[in-house]
């Protein structure tokens, strides 16, 4: 198989708390893998390590076979690895278009140069984004929602206008924590729906953070079961769901 992202054996204490243990995964190319486990296993941390956001103390990390161990954030958003964040604060105040325009990181106009000396080329791409949002918005089905101010949508239409964000770059792999938290069933399905299309019709490969089982369920081939920092099993759904080890360390203490 070819491993989009393949962790090698890394390593992250806090203090004196090992919160990630010798852990190594692989994502394979096109898929959409999931990553579950008890509350505090350590998901989040490994997504903060692998998206550049939090440095690893050992172990590698490496991205269609290119190291980026440590490597920042910003400069792994150009190769094509996201992760979703909450629309900030700032944000709050534009509309959900505006917001979609605002994502690309190469926009000529950021450019005080171009913006002097070559206005029309400006021009130009400024269309060219604002066109590519307004098939984004098509696309996440908020085309009817899309001069709203991103603060006033519900919490369900922001979690696919920041799914939506992802697509206004050539993003490769996404990193999902947790986004159906707090979605009604009705948009969660859209979710679902989009992140499907995004796989199949445009190559995404994503890793979904989710408690939601039945999210993981519909979504997710493979799945891994992380506990205390380690990989503790990996299969497709009705393997883990029928794992004692799981069961007992997983299910067991949720129900
Ligand atoms: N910045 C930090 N400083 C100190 N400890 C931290 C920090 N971030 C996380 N931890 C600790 O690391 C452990 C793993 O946390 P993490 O958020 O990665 O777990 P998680 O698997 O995402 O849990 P949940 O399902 O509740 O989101 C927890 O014990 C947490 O308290
Ligand atoms: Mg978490």
């Known amino acids: 198989m070819a491993a989009i992202i393949d962790v090698q054996h890394v390593h992250k204490a806090f203090g004196g708390l090992k919160v990630i243990n010798d852990c190594s995964i692989q994502v394979e190319q096109g898929s959409i893998t999931g990553l579950i486990g008890p509350n505090g296993a350590g998901k989040s941390t490994l997504f903060n390590i692998i998206a550049g956001a939090l440095p690893l103390d050992s172990g590698r990390i490496l991205l269609d076979g ?17 992760r979703t964040f909450q629309i900030a604060h700032e944000f709050s105040h534009m509309t959900a ?50 001069n709203e101010l991103a603060g006033n949508l519900s919490g369900g239409q922001k979690k696919l206008l920041e799914l939506g964000r992802t697509m206004m770059t050539d993003a490769r792999v996404v990193l999902l924590d947790e986004i159906a938290a707090g979605v009604n069933r009705t948009l969660l399905g859209d979710l679902v729906t989009n992140i499907e299309r995004l796989n199949r019709e445009m190559g995404y490969t994503f890793l979904v953070i989710e408690h939601d089982m039945d999210m993981i369920a519909r979504l997710c081939d493979p799945v891994i079961v992380l506990a205390q920092g380690s990989v503790m099993v990996e299969g497709s759904i009705e393997e883990i769901q029928n794992n004692p080890q799981v069961i007992e360390a997983y299910f067991g203490a949720a129900s």
């Open 66 to 82: 290119e190291e980026i161990t440590n490597r920042p954030a910003n400069e792994l958003f150009h190769k094509g690895l996201l």
């Open 97 to 146: 278009l505006e917001n979609l325009m605002m994502v690309p990181p190469d926009q000529a106009g950021e450019s005080l140069f171009d913006a002097w000396f070559k206005p029309s080329r400006v021009n130009h791409q400024e269309a060219e984004v604002r066109r590519r949002a307004l098939e984004v918005i098509d696309f996440i089905g908020l085309h009817h929602v899309r």
